[in-house]
């Protein structure tokens, strides 16, 4: 995005520039004013990731993709009192400080990026030479922007990283992103400590992609992810890391003519399959052309002629691949939930709640320009409309594997059994407690097109179809974190945790909303802007 020589008026007058700017840092944690209270169930820590600003000061340069800007990580404890309520405390730190000092410096950012325009007049010498430069220097963590998801307690961090006997609760903190990269940090001071990559996890693991959005096995935290090489097939390689013991397995490997490397953003786990739903939103010549066009969006290539591949892998009795299902094309960033109903002894069916868009459009439109209020291209952003999906897996069996003798002609066929095209949005939530059961409930932040970017929260309701929201005239909302409230088996019965901007004043506050009725409860009200970031967890003291 250019610099504005002219100041522009905010796009429907619902100002959102301070929360795409968002630079100051508060690396000692002070205790924030609540107005309402801040119930004691939740007490805990809330980790926020994601980017705090795209500028960089004392400079022209700037990142021109959301996914590309500079990662600020953010924690609120909740601590919980006597009256009943949690006191709440607020650090940060932003994550990349040698990055913009580099950019600071130079005027420019070398290495593959998301989404990051290039300078049209560039030589092909440029270029060609940039392909022999290392994208991500291992050795200093402050030049690695890897802030999409955060996790804590993660077994993915090295012995070196180990916390000191008799540590805190939260002894590891770790962030990843859509590449084979991990970022460790302390989850005390936010100080990133170091980067590895999955191979230190298992040796075959060497493919430069992989997941933001691990998924975790509720009982027994172990986690699970793929890891993408490319070359004459794609190939994936599907993955868990055992919580008691830290070693990592191979449950799969998918590759083959007819399997495409795809850019996913997440996956399906159900009780006891890793769904791997490879849409056909896919990286050409192989993956080469992101080593020329220097980022992925420019190498992104949706094909609507090729259909989403469904690959059902076991996960508790090392079956590999037991079932593989077709679907129309279609693009997603986020899956919601997946759970399994018996359909005969013999085999069951998986239901897959996905948020779904017709074509990859969204990715081409999550630039700074189209999202800041006051951009050239404000309200660009919310013209790519998504929809919620209920596919079922039918018949997967239970004991051997689901083999085909014709090729795609043979394979069944995923089938919708929910689609619901109303305003939901992305970004989905549900209640932890339901990880893996059937879903009434999705979270989500949408776009009504008052803003340029986002605007409320609304609870889904796949029974009904009934939609709720939270809403503020000038108010942006982030992500929801949902946390159980502990009182009963109600789906419903917990709390939203949400950053919010309020556009008027530039400044960030914690919400805490009832999520049976939407309404607020209480905030805590930070001094300066919280930028809008991508996810957030939230871990119970108790825990």
Not at 28 to 40: H, Y
Not at 182 to 207: A, F, S, W
Not at 258 to 274: I, R
Not at 434 to 461: C, E, G, H, L, W
């Amino acid at each position: 995005m250019a610099q504005n020589e002219t100041p522009r008026a905010p796009y429907n007058n619902w100002p959102n520039d301070a929360g795409f700017e968002a630079t100051v840092e508060q690396r000692e944690p002070i205790e924030l004013p609540v107005t309402g209270s801040i119930p004691s169930r939740l007490a805990g820590t809330l980790y926020r990731t994601g980017p705090g600003t795209y500028k960089v000061g004392g400079s022209n340069f700037q990142r021109s993709h959301w996914f590309d800007g500079f990662t600020h990580l953010h924690r609120f404890q909740l601590v919980a009192q006597p009256t009943g309520t949690c006191k709440v405390l607020y650090n940060s730190r932003r994550q990349v400080d040698a990055l913009i000092e580099e950019a600071r410096k130079s005027g420019t950012l070398e290495g593959i990026t998301f989404g990051q325009k290039r300078d049209p007049c560039e030589s092909i010498f440029k270029k060609i030479k940039s392909l022999f430069r290392p994208s991500i220097d291992m050795k200093d963590p402050n030049l690695v922007n890897a802030g999409v998801t955060v996790h804590a307690n993660a077994p993915l961090h090295p012995k070196e990283f180990d916390p000191p006997v008799g540590s805190a609760q939260l002894h590891s903190l770790v962030s990843l992103t859509d590449a084979n990269i991990l970022k460790h940090i302390d989850p005390e001071t936010l100080e990133p400590l170091g980067v590895t990559r999955q191979d230190t996890l298992h040796p075959d693991l060497k493919g430069p992609l992989s997941c933001s959005h691990a998924a975790f096995d509720a009982a027994s935290r172990d986690v699970y992810n793929y890891n993408l090489d490319m070359g004459r097939y794609a190939t994936y390689r599907v993955f868990r890391t055992s919580a008691t013991s830290g070693k990592t397995d191979i449950l799969a490997t998918v590759t083959g003519p007819a399997v495409k490397p795809a850019y996913l953003h997440s996956f399906f786990l159900s009780h006891n399959y890793v769904i791997l739903c490879i849409w056909p939103c896919i990286f050409a010549a192989a993956g080469a052309k992101i080593l020329w066009e220097r980022n992925m969006v420019d190498a992104l290539n949706f094909n609507p002629e090729i259909q989403t591949r469904w690959y059902v892998i076991d996960r508790r009795h090392e079956r590999g691949v037991v079932a593989t299902f077709l679907s129309p094309a279609f693009f997603s960033f986020h899956t919601i939930n997946a759970w399994e109903t018996n359909n005969s002894d013999d085999a069951a069916d998986i239901m897959c709640d996905i948020i779904e868009y017709p074509t990859d459009e969204i990715i081409r439109a999550a630039y700074y320009e189209n999202m800041v209020s006051t951009g050239q291209g404000a309200g660009l952003y919310g013209g790519s409309r998504p929809r919620l999906v209920r596919y079922r897996l039918a018949n997967v069996p239970k004991i051997g594997r689901f083999e085909t003798s014709a090729g795609d002609a043979d394979l069944p066929r995923a089938e919708i059994m929910l689609k619901i095209e109303a305003d939901i949005g992305d970004l989905p939530t549900i209640n932890p407690k339901f990880s893996t059961k059937r879903t009434r409930y999705v979270y989500n932040v949408i776009n009504q097109d008052k803003s340029s970017f986002a605007d409320a929260i609304a609870k889904v309701d796949l029974e009904t179809q009934e939609i709720r929201l939270w809403e503020r005239e000038r108010h942006t909302p982030g992500e929801a974190i949902f946390v159980p409230d502990g009182t009963d088996d109600a789906e419903d019965a917990g709390y939203l945790l949400s950053v919010v901007l309020n556009g008027d004043t530039g400044t960030s506050y914690l919400i805490c909303l009832d999520a049976r009725n939407m309404t607020e409860i209480g905030r805590a009200d930070c001094a300066s802007a919280v930028g809008f970031g991508f996810h957030g967890s939230h871990y119970p003291s108790h825990t």
